[in-house]
């Protein structure tokens, strides 16, 4: 029941993709409302960034360590945004997924919808031998969660919906520059670490492989629902 129509975007900068996700947004919302019924038409971007920074409606703005001066420095941007969470990064390397779909169509919630997603990610990172999971009480994909030493984020989650209809999505290090981190609080962490799949691995991963990997997973996943 998936059926996604997946839109490989590239190397886009984030406003002009953030923009991009709420005319599709819209258009998803359109059609339900003059339809009067959940609507099966769902966009899913795959896309990487130029180096940002994003905080989200509930972020402590204190969590972005350093001021517009170094953003310059480093190229990087920053955006306060309207999905969940709190500050993460954005940046080459890491790849983004946007899936923009009515959840009323695959009757989940928004909890549900990103637990599906978690294990979507976990899926993903398992073909690679590292074993991912969940955190009490945080969003995304943990490697060694239950151990406070350890414990590394290789994945953030946020997300926004509008009657039922999402937006934003996850961001995935793969081959991603994790010193861009070290800017920030991550997702409004200050104990913890993060960690890409070439970290992990040691070595550097074909993006085009992931990319073609995460289709194929996230259309597994949401085919088991219905």
Request: charged share 25%.
């Amino acid at each position: 029941m998936a059926s996604f129509q997946y839109e490989d975007l590239g190397t886009k900068d984030y406003k002009e993709c953030w923009n991009y996700q709420e005319s599709l947004m819209k258009n998803v919302i359109y059609e339900k409302l003059s339809k009067k019924k959940p609507t099966s038409k769902n966009h899913f971007l795959l896309v990487e960034h130029n180096h940002v920074y994003t905080l989200g409606r509930s972020g402590d703005i204190n969590n972005l360590l350093v001021d517009k001066n170094f953003l310059n420095k480093i190229k990087a941007t920053y955006y306060k945004i309207d999905r969940g969470g709190d500050i993460t990064y954005h940046g080459p390397g890491q790849l983004v997924g946007y899936p923009i779909i009515d959840l009323e169509y695959y009757h989940l919630g928004i909890k549900q919808y990103i637990e599906k997603m978690e294990n979507a990610i976990i899926e993903i990172i398992g073909y690679y031998g590292i074993k991912g999971g969940l955190k009490k009480g945080a969003t995304g994909v943990w490697l060694d969660a239950d151990d406070p030493s350890k414990a590394r984020k290789i994945c953030a989650i946020g997300v926004r919906a509008s009657r039922y209809v999402t937006m934003h999505g996850f961001a995935l290090n793969i081959n991603t520059d994790l010193k861009y981190f070290g800017f920030i609080n991550p997702c409004g962490f200050t104990d913890y670490g993060v960690t890409s799949v070439q970290k992990e691995i040691g070595r550097t991963v074909d993006m085009r492989e992931v990319k073609k990997l995460t289709k194929k997973t996230f259309n597994l996943v949401f085919d088991n629902i219905n």
